[in-house]
């Protein structure tokens, strides 16, 4: 189906059908049974409503220290590989030779939300961030270059991919509420979020 582009954020809806929804799902289970999700401290000391953890070279984290890419989970364990299902997305909607060095993966529970950031922790945003939404659905608001501009929200279900390329890759994005129980996908409902992202050169983090 063609995508749907929203303030140069392009959204396919629909992308992935439920059986290869409940496949990265899996996927994702194995990951956090390696790498189990955490629940970080923004650097100024506010527990994110989120749970994170990450597959790849790289995860994100954050903590008192700031924000930034790490090779080891908090534990000290490494971060399990991507899952191959997830990198085949990837190549199918971006047709890059590159590989991602991240999968950030969130964890929505009831009452999650994301405020208004741009994804910046990385060293070369010539690269598109690609997101994966799986579970309930979720508002998703889309803003330009400037923090406080005009924004478009849309809600996004479960199987619907984001690519955040070229004019998008630097506009600010969150999330603003679930509707929790919406989808039957995850056990405990909720939502889990992938973004699929290329961090190398590191940016030096002090952005954001
Ligand atoms: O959950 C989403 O849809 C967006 C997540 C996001 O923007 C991020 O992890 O940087
Ligand atoms: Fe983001």
Redesign the pocket.
């Known amino acids: 189906m063609a995508p749907v582009t929203v303030r140069d954020f392009v959204v396919f809806q629909g992308y992935l059908d439920r059986s290869a929804q409940a496949a990265m799902v899996e996927d994702i289970r194995q990951v956090a049974s390696v790498a189990p999700f955490v629940q970080p401290q923004t650097p100024s000391g506010r527990k994110m409503s989120?749970r994170m953890t990450s597959a790849g070279r790289l995860g994100?984290v954050t903590d008192r220290r700031g924000y930034r890419y790490e090779a080891t989970h908090p534990s000290g364990v490494e971060w399990p590989p991507i899952p191959s299902a997830i990198l085949k997305l990837w190549q199918d909607v971006t047709s890059l030779d590159r590989t991602p060095d991240c999968c950030?993966v969130?964890y929505?529970g009831e009452g999650a939300r994301?405020g208004m950031?741009r994804?910046h922790d990385e060293g070369d945003f010539s690269w598109p961030?690609v997101?994966v939404?799986l579970g309930d659905e979720?508002l998703?608001r889309m803003g330009g270059s400037e923090r406080g501009g005009k924004t478009e929200s849309i809600w996004?279900k479960s199987g619907d991919v984001?690519v955040m390329g070229g004019p998008a890759r630097l506009k600010y994005?969150?999330?603003d509420r679930l509707r929790f129980g919406s989808s039957t996908l995850l056990p405990r409902g909720g939502?889990i979020?992938l973004?699929l992202r290329v961090v190398s050169p590191p940016a030096d983090g002090s952005g954001h």
């Open positions: 989120v994100w950030l969130n929505y994301m950031h994804d961030v997101s939404s979720a998703f996004l984001v994005h969150g999330v939502r979020n973004t």
